[in-house]
């Protein structure tokens, strides 16, 4: 298919895949919202691309992927060649075409971004999913075995992310997680109306036929000893990710019903489709609370992050009555992605913006029933460049609640193995890396090298990748591993 004329955008408006009807998302169908494109619809909204002389989509894109040529690959139906020039750039572009706030990213920076913009990261998902069903797989014929191994600590996004890069560049990746899938958070923190744990499995089985190797149910420091790993191969990558919950001190939070994100999030990954590709039951997550029942009950969470939003959305498949999300400062001024907003928004979800939760209060049982907020108006910028929101005297009022979901964002700790090795971390948890300016990932231990959210903190799907990605640069650098 080759573009009708310059005006084609106009013509063809911006389009989404179909999504799972209203009625049953509010019913509990915990399936992928969005559809997938067939052909012709993604040759369509390919065709919208202007093919900018200066991609923006691309600069704004973590990856920096080559977005308008393998739109053009679409269009000419060169499927394969699109997929090929998909992984070029990011080992998983089947999991960041589903997960990525695109309205933050490529999608927010098109050019047509005011008339509609492309729909890539729909077209992404199309082009992955197609070409791996009809058998494509990444082609490693030329990629001569140097004989040297890495292991990666860690089989989320990162760690996934480096292990690709590695085993392009010739080296035996070896991923060891302590958990019995592949993912991290893929698997089980981001619900499966986001992301379905099919796609996770089948990343894996695409990586172990690039001969990647993977040592699940095996926890660094009880299993293995970073010290065995450091003397066992010739590099370590450190991908641990973000786990610590960021507690925002209010009181109330060990009341009866009060739960955090993350535990909340991991449990319901594990109830709902809570199997591996072979119907076995997904284990390993110790860190694990008793959930109530939310049918019927009033729940608020509070945080207007993408994990947040992941709460409110789940919170409504478990069949809450009134599901409301409190956030402190305006809409625009959201972390998360404005299409989950909206999502949410259409499930059901009330939002209250500019208001500051003070208090989570309960009864004479311990039983929270609600939390006291004040609202706020924002001031001047804060150190990041962020409006403070201030306070309004006189304006408190209690959310009546009987369930609580504190989703103030996660941060990054420094496990004890790590720092038996001397590895150098800032006061907040973060891995310091990068003192080197020609090996950026290099920890201060020469044979380890980190990335992603253990670095840089909390962060999107797609930062972890890239860091992943690019640490594997670094590390075959070190290795003097000809690139």
């Known amino acids: 298919m080759s573009k009708k004329h310059v005006f084609q955008f106009l013509d063809l408006p911006r389009q989404m895949p179909q999504r799972i009807p209203l009625e049953l998302r509010t019913a509990g169908d915990w399936g992928e919202l969005y559809g997938r494109f067939g052909r012709e619809e993604a040759q369509y909204q390919a065709g919208r691309c202007l093919d900018c002389g200066n991609p923006y989509c691309s600069w704004k894109c973590p990856v920096h992927n080559a977005i308008p040529q393998w739109l053009q690959l679409v269009q000419e139906n060169r499927i394969e060649e699109a997929a090929a020039l998909c992984h070029s750039t990011n080992p998983l572009p089947e999991v960041c075409g589903r997960v990525c706030p695109q309205d933050r990213l490529c999608e927010g920076a098109c050019t047509l971004e005011p008339f509609g913009a492309v729909t890539i990261g729909a077209v992404e998902k199309f082009i992955t999913d197609t070409a791996l069903a009809n058998g494509w797989r990444p082609d490693l014929s030329d990629v001569v075995p140097t004989g040297k191994r890495v292991a990666v600590i860690g089989a989320g996004p990162a760690g996934l992310g480096c292990a690709d890069r590695l085993a392009r560049a010739g080296v035996q990746a070896v991923v060891f997680d302590r958990y019995e899938q592949i993912g991290g958070l893929l698997q089980f923190g981001i619900p499966s109306f986001k992301l379905d744990k099919s796609v996770i499995a089948r990343r894996r089985e695409v990586l172990e036929g690039m001969g990647v190797a993977f040592c699940l149910g ?266």
């Open 218 to 483: 095996v926890e660094i420091g009880r299993d293995v000893t970073l010290p065995q790993l450091l003397d066992e191969y010739d590099a370590v990558f450190v991908g641990t990710g973000a786990y610590r919950y960021t507690d925002g001190g209010l009181a109330g939070q060990d009341l009866d019903g009060v739960l955090p994100a993350l535990p909340f999030l991991v449990q319901n990954g594990r109830i709902v489709g809570g199997n591996d590709p072979w119907g076995r039951p997904i284990a390993g997550w110790e860190d694990r609370i008793q959930l109530p029942d939310l049918a019927g009950l009033r729940v608020v969470v509070l945080g207007g992050g993408d994990t947040g939003m992941d709460c409110v959305r789940s919170a409504i498949r478990l069949g809450a009555a009134r599901v409301t999300c409190a956030y402190r400062r305006d809409e625009a001024n959201m972390p998360g992605s404005a299409r989950e907003v909206a999502n949410a928004r259409e499930e059901g979800v009330r939002f209250l913006f500019n208001r500051q939760p003070l208090a989570i209060e309960g009864d004479a049982d311990g039983k929270v029933v609600g939390v006291r907020v004040v609202e706020t108006r924002l001031g001047e910028p804060d150190e990041h460049g962020r409006q403070r929101a201030e306070p309004v005297e006189g304006s408190e009022s209690l959310l009546e609640a009987d369930v609580v979901i504190i989703a103030f964002g996660f941060s990054p700790s420094v496990p004890r193995w790590l720092a038996e090795a001397g590895v150098e971390a800032t006061p907040n948890g973060r891995v310091v890396a990068g003192g080197d300016e020609r090996l950026p990932y290099q920890t201060t231990h020469p044979k380890l090298f980190a990335g992603g959210d253990c670095v840089r903190g909390a962060d999107l799907v797609v930062t972890a990748v890239a860091e992943g990605r690019d640490a594997a640069a670094s590390i075959a650098h070190w290795l003097r591993i000809p690139g």
